[in-house]
């Protein structure tokens, strides 16, 4: 609490010391009569209280965030020596989360804290259902502080920890089966589409675990996916803890349907979070471990204008502290050859924002979508400039056909580049090998434009953030340039997913086959 308040100060006091100079500023850019010379001395006194103020409560916050660190490892030391309710039967089957969080990682300590608090189980106590819910629009890191969440608390949690898809309903209901395969229950795949029974075996295996484990819900965005979960999945007499994040704000699922009064409304970073994981993700820092606090000293030692720029990128006014943006941002500087400060990139930005705002086609009208869709734009045309070939863009192209959120498996992409290659693979054996080589995978996972699932179970796979898909769409849909190529890389598409089936004849197609090229490729359909 102390360290929540002291930050706020400091935000506070940094607002109040930019106001002053900006009109210190002004006065001493008027001419000298009579009332400016009055008004001079109270402003730079002003001004000088301001900074001795902020400078005692940066010293205070360094403090705070230093006994924090100390704590965190207390902590750590003293939860290994917990014991555990019950031994886990088996890692693949206790702790079912494929993914891992952002090695950039930054803040969320008070929210992570709050779904401590709410979530974990007391010991001997008498089984309880805990639930919270997480809203907010896409791009605010909801997957990923429950990423983080699950990983750094799951030994709180013995009975098991759980991951769930919950996007559509196809892949709630797939995520429920492959919860069960992992837990040795067998889904008679005539039953894999029936919800009560689906929801009746995983309520007798998480039963069988006692009432200490974890069920992460994602993306249950859609009013059929939340009816489902309180319908079948997540009744109010299920005892365990339950997490659920979601871009909807309606009261009548979160308090009457699902039974979670008071949501988590999560924010955007806060302003010095905000600059501490660009610096991370920009490859600023002096060292990969390097403590909040150390990153914070480093920034405020950047040369007047950097850091200044530095500030206004993840302001309000530009990024507003959106993970999503920042990540985009950071991997730009990061594969700029020639090196990229963020006074040259604040520059790009600016200029790259003002063409976009005069679209008239853009359909994203709220800034935190229109800052995601702006460093995209300034990304793609770095990914264009490296890459003249352009066939990252259009595998990428290619992606984005599927529906949002589903995973890729890695084979399936090498499908694709088989199909970018056309019938150059079949005179060159080693072209689609080429090909391969030149994608610009690193460019895309450090923007998070994909985000690999490398679990035990599943084949390693790729999905796309289903913002930044939109905003792809969006991109792709008003560029003429590729208007006429997009229609060819859907069928080379098209042709991927049905393992290679001639385009002419995929309508052919029965059974599973349709239905995946249906599903994968949904607007085929009409």
Known sequence: VQLKASRRLVEDHTRQLGKHSQKLQCLQQLPADGD????????????????????VDRERLDHLEAKQEEQDVQLATLSRCVPRACAPDREGANFCVDRTPSQHFTGRQAELQTLRDTLVPSNGGAPLALRQGIAQFGGAGKTELVLKFAHEYKEYFPGGVFWVDADSTDRLRASFVRLLDRGRIAVDDRLRDDDAHLAGATRRMLDARG????????????DRVLALLAEHYVPASLCGSVLITSRSSDDHWWRSRLQITERMELGTLAVEDAAVMLMRVSGQTPDMGCSRTEILKAARELIADEQDALFELVGRSMLDG?????????????????????????????????????????????????SVETTWVLNLEQLRQTEPEGHTLKLLYTMVCCRAGVPIPVELIEQMIHQLAGAQADADDGCADRIKDSLDFELCSRASVLRLHNGNYHTRSYSMHRLLQEVVVQYRDDDPQHAGEYSQVVAQAAGALTMRWHTSKIWNAVGQGRAQLIGLLPHLSE
């Open 36 to 55: 400016t010379q009055a008004a001079l001395p109270k402003v730079e006194t002003q001004l000088s209280e301001v900074e001795e103020r902020l400078e």
């Open 211 to 222: 009432s200490q484990w974890l069920l992460c819900v994602d993306n249950a965005d859609d």
């Open 322 to 370: 959106l993970p999503l943006a920042i990540e985009q941002v950071g991997a730009y500087m990061i594969r700029a050859k020639s090196g990229c400060s963020f006074v040259s990139y604040k520059k790009r930005y600016l200029t790259s924002r003002v063409q976009l705002f005069s679209n008239p086609r853009s359909k994203f009208s709220d800034d935190h979508r229109r």
